[in-house]
């Protein structure tokens, strides 16, 4: 933090990884992103909370352990073991991700609206970040970095609780309660992941959306985005006594997981559980069909519009003349 | 003498009301312009169209581009403060370096680094744990140490005791500006800046009343402290402005020569704060519109 006295204007200080201070697009991405987790700090603080939580109970219940070895065979079942492993890491990220779509939804409402509510976005127009590059910028950590920080961190959750529950059962002298199942693991990480490319591509009008508001409202985006579908539905449904709109809504919702066939993985390993005539895990995987949902045109309408809304909140910012 | 600025017959109204009404001026490289006005005139407007920040009528280039159509191209090379902007009370001193430096090729940390080393801000400090005058100081050191060709200033010192001022402005002249910057700077102190400018705009009701550098006014302007039995005489000679101080006519003229007032009183160039208060009193308010 020393300043030496005489500093000559072409002087620079170096900060960072040379990659970033040597190209200038990547070094204002990696700005960017860190102003956003700067001042969004729910976004990183709340899915270390989750894995903290997660591995808490990991160490702290007692439960699992006091199975009786002895009177519970079918549960030592090789194939029952997998289901239960391939369960428990789903079940594991759940909390992960409905806290990121919590946190992201208010990140979404509140990016473009906060820098007018407190006054501050004559300091950021003075900066050469442009319009477009900000919009960008938002929408980049809500639909990249923080679903896929989320999937890095919820793999870890997983591997570190995995860990901590086969360490307790060595220690606890029940080793056929150790659970690992490398290719289950790696299947349902696979899944996992595509999954997530999937959520972010077909629910990215939502993120689109929040964005808009976030930049055109002027107070209350989240009344916006909730009361103004709602509202839509209503008038729809007294005016001409059709919902059109709450069905297009709800398919916006689910409609792209009719494609993978997920249903089947759901139903599969509900009903098989417990049950030794269940095919194993990695078997029901393979019934989820990837493809059909990337080949889904309502998939790539729903980016467009998204882009639409980026650009939308580009030339709201851009041109609004309330400062 | 190339043109830094260049206004073109701008117009700018708020639904009803104007707020410029043909605005020209020019501003020429390595000047230090103080637009000049009562509360209203539209200097801000006038700044916000410069900054590319708000539609108007009219020709206007800045750096030779226009901030409409290439706003992003110009803020790499404008630099600018506006009387409303606050920097995000969520923001660390150490941040707010690292922020303007990753975004900006034209940020010199060790300079800025230099400035705040003169105050009491810490790095770790939130903006929001800074008192008023500090995050004055901060955001002027993040300004000052940008390499900017135009450096615009709405207000600056605007709520700052005498002692920030101060240094504001001796930072601004001494460390900041040299022949290849322009400063563009508002205020309605005029007294405080007076030394400092080399250009004066003044506006009032949207319209420039006074553009001139300051070198001039001397040969424009003289103010006459009449002496009392030469009143009527002085009063022939078309006084644009004129009070009593202490029993004592003065009066302000312009296009006449020391000669012609000599014999009438003590004679002397006005002060721009003096100047002001006479160009916007002597002016016709008949119809109070003010602009936001």
């Keep these: ?76 079942d090789p194939q029952i073991k997998t289901i239960v492993f391939a369960l428990g890491m789903w079940a594991l990220t759940i909390p992960h991700y409905l806290v990121m779509i919590l946190v992201l939804n208010f990140y979404l409402l509140d990016c473009l609206y906060a820098e007018r509510k407190d006054r501050s976005i004559l300091f950021w127009k003075s900066l050469p970040v442009s319009d477009s590059v900000t919009v960008a910028s938002k929408l980049f950590v809500g639909c990249v970095v923080v679903p896929f920080g989320t999937y890095a961190i919820a793999l870890v959750t997983d591997l570190l609780f995995t860990a901590i529950w086969d360490l307790r059962a060595l220690i606890g002298h029940a080793p056929e309660l150790i659970l690992w199942d490398t290719t289950a693991f790696v299947k349902t990480q696979v899944l996992m992941f595509l999954g997530l490319v999937i959520s972010i591509l077909w629910y990215s009008p939502f993120m689109g959306a929040f964005v808009l508001a976030s930049a055109w409202v002027r ?105 | 003498m190339t043109a830094v600025i260049e206004a073109r017959g701008l117009r700018k109204h708020y639904h009803t009301t104007p ?133 615009v200033l709405d207000e600056p010192t605007l709520g700052l005791d005498l002692l920030y001022r101060r240094q504001f402005y001796d930072t601004l002249l001494n460390d900041y500006f040299d022949k290849e910057r322009t400063i563009l700077v508002t205020t309605h102190q005029v007294e405080e800046i007076e030394n400092l400018l080399t250009d004066i705009i003044f506006i009032d009701h949207g319209r420039v009343v006074l553009d001139s550098p300051v070198e001039s006014l001397p040969e424009r302007y003289l103010q006459l402290t009449v002496t009392p039995e030469n009143t009527t005489r002085a009063r022939a000679l078309q006084p644009f402005y ?29 002060s721009i704060a003096d100047l002001f208060v006479a160009k916007m009193e002597s002016r016709p308010r008949g119809d109070q519109k003010e602009a936001a």
């Design chain 1, 219 to 323: 107070r209350n985006p989240l009344m916006w985005v909730t009361i103004v579908p709602l509202l839509l539905v209503i008038v729809e449904k007294v005016a001409f006594g059709t919902h059109y709109i709450g069905r297009f809504l709800s398919y916006r919702g689910d409609g792209i997981w009719g494609d993978l066939h997920m249903e089947s993985v759901v139903i599969g390993s509900l009903t098989g559980v417990g049950r030794a005539a269940i095919a194993s895990i990695p078997s029901i995987y393979d019934r989820v069909h990837i493809a059909p949902a990337f080949a889904n045109i309502d998939l790539w309408l729903g980016v467009i519009f998204t882009i639409a809304c980026a650009y939308g909140a580009a030339r709201i910012r851009r041109y609004r003349d309330d400062t």
């Design chain 2, 242 to 270: 004129e009070r009593e101080v202490f029993g004592r006519v003065v009066m302000i003229f312009e296009g006449r020569t020391s000669a012609e007032l000599a014999p009438l009183g003590e004679v002397r160039t006005p």
């Design chain 2, 19 to 151: 707020a410029l009404e043909d605005v020209s001026f020019t501003v020429g490289a390595g000047r230090i312009v103080g637009l000049i006005g009562p509360n209203g005139a539209g200097k801000t407007t006038a700044l916000k169209a410069i900054l590319g920040l708000t539609h108007f009528q009219g020709e206007l280039r800045v750096l030779g581009l226009d901030p409409r159509s290439r706003r992003d191209e110009l803020m790499r090379e404008v630099s600018f403060i506006a009387d409303v902007a606050v920097l995000p009370r969520w923001l660390r001193v150490a941040q707010a370096l690292d922020l303007v430096e990753g975004v900006h090729t034209r940020f010199n940390r060790a300079r800025a680094m230099e400035f705040l080393r003169r105050t009491d801000i810490r790095m770790r400090s939130r903006v929001r744990e800074l008192s008023k005058g500090m995050v004055t100081q901060l955001h002027l050191a993040l300004t000052l140490a940008i390499d900017a060709r135009l450096l």
């Design chain 1, 1 to 76: 933090m020393s300043a030496p006295t005489a500093i000559s204007p072409t002087e620079r200080v170096p900060v960072g990884k040379a990659w970033l201070t040597t190209n200038p697009q990547l070094r204002m991405l990696h700005t960017l992103v860190r102003r956003e987790f700067w001042e969004h700090r729910a976004l990183w603080i709340a899915p270390l909370i989750v894995a903290a939580l997660l591995l808490l109970s990991a160490i702290w219940t007692h439960g699992a352990m006091q199975i009786d070895v002895s009177d519970s065979s079918e549960w030592l």
